[in-house]
């Protein structure tokens, strides 16, 4: 699977862009701040229907303009799928394929995988336990619907549950009746997304654990851990034990909305412990191993968008990525860097095939 073409109108800071793609690697070069990763979030956006980098649609209109399209050609399994999509500031967003109205965003989710491994990335480690779930969430999702759409019904009982609890407390009223309608519904749906979380990181573990072994050249020790309230208690035992907790909190202080998954290196948290270098290794890694994942039951691989990830590497960690990406087991990828110069250097060293982009100040997009 491979993008051919993308064509942009009012898109963040783009006025008007229509480039084609190698199926292989292409690269935007160009100072901080002119627009490379807007090239990289359009690719998302018409894969996942939504923006990595900013999730309110209205602010991925050009300023000033009152929509926004995003259009892409894409050549999965053989057959061309036309992409597009137009946000609108007083409108509901629309998403079709071959002309065709999705009914549910969701339906689109999957199609077109897509891997994005960008600075925002940090916020798995440094961020609190729901950028780490929302990860999990994000890589399930694109293989898994039935996955996509339990974590949706999932929140939305959550919410409904939450509301009830604040209800009863401002009327000084509990109805445990009424509770269980929506403690059965989590209890249903939580199991099931405890169990697909569990079959993801006992898959992912290895294959990620390998990737940073490689870039690193074997230097640190590093792990990746699933930790759940349902490791210890099923679901329904725990709702029925955090109640009388659950309505002095009025929320709901158990289940899998509380999972986490534990970084360390050396034996330590990395968010304290590793260094710059070690902790982009190890996001790499992770991004690496979800890509592997993905093409392994989507049986061709995702997309593959770099974003600026050169910067605070070594030459050596650099050189083991980019000889990764160049293995014909990874399909196509995009690449963002400010040096044309070292990117350039690395491509070439390795005679690899590629097409290259410049940014311009004002949003011009020239080969």
Request: with cysteine; glycine share 4%.
């Amino acid at each position: 699977m491979y993008l051919k073409s993308l064509y942009l109108t009012n898109f963040k800071n783009y006025q008007e862009v229509d480039l084609s793609f190698s199926p292989k690697i292409n690269c935007f070069v160009g100072a901080n701040g002119v627009g490379k990763t807007n090239m990289l979030d359009a690719i998302y956006y018409l894969s996942m229907c939504k923006s990595y980098i900013n999730p309110v649609d209205s602010q991925n209109i050009r300023y000033n303009e009152e929509f926004s399209v995003l259009q892409g050609e894409f050549e999965r399994m053989d057959k061309v799928e036309k992409i597009y999509c137009s946000i609108h500031k007083s409108k509901k967003k629309t998403f079709k394929r071959n002309k065709k109205n999705y009914r549910k965003l969701s339906e689109h989710i999957g199609l077109l995988p897509v891997v994005m491994i960008s600075p925002t990335d940090a916020n798995l480690i440094s961020g609190g336990s729901e950028e780490r779930r929302k990860y999990m969430d994000r890589v399930i999702s694109q293989y898994d619907k039935d996955y996509l759409e339990k974590i949706i019904r999932y929140n939305r009982a959550l919410n409904q549950r939450n509301q009830l609890l604040k209800d009863f407390a401002k009327r000084d009223y509990f109805d445990t009746d009424t509770l269980d309608i929506w403690d059965e519904q989590l209890i249903h749906l939580g199991s099931d997304i405890y169990q697909k979380r569990v079959q993801f990181t006992r898959e992912l573990v290895p294959v990620f654990q390998k990737f940073y072994n490689t870039i690193s050249n074997e230097r640190e020790n590093v792990r990746l851990e699933y930790s759940s309230q349902l490791q210890e208690e099923g679901m329904r035992k725990l709702l029925t034990d955090n109640m009388e907790k659950d309505r002095i909190l009025q929320y709901t202080a158990v289940g899998v909305h509380k999972d986490d998954l534990f970084l360390t290196i050396e034996g330590h948290p990395i968010k304290k412990s590793g260094s710059q270098g070690q902790q982009k290794t190890f996001l790499v890694a992770l991004k690496f191993a979800q890509f592997e994942f993905i093409k392994k039951i989507k049986e061709f691989p995702p997309i593959l968008l770099l974003d600026d990830i050169f910067d605070k590497f070594d030459q050596q960690r650099v050189g083991q990525i980019i000889h990764l990406v160049s293995d014909n087991n990874f399909g196509q990828i995009f690449i963002t860097d400010t040096s044309e110069e070292r990117l350039l250097n690395i491509l070439n060293e390795r005679k690899i095939d590629y097409r290259l982009f410049k940014v311009q100040e004002n949003a011009e997009v020239t080969e």
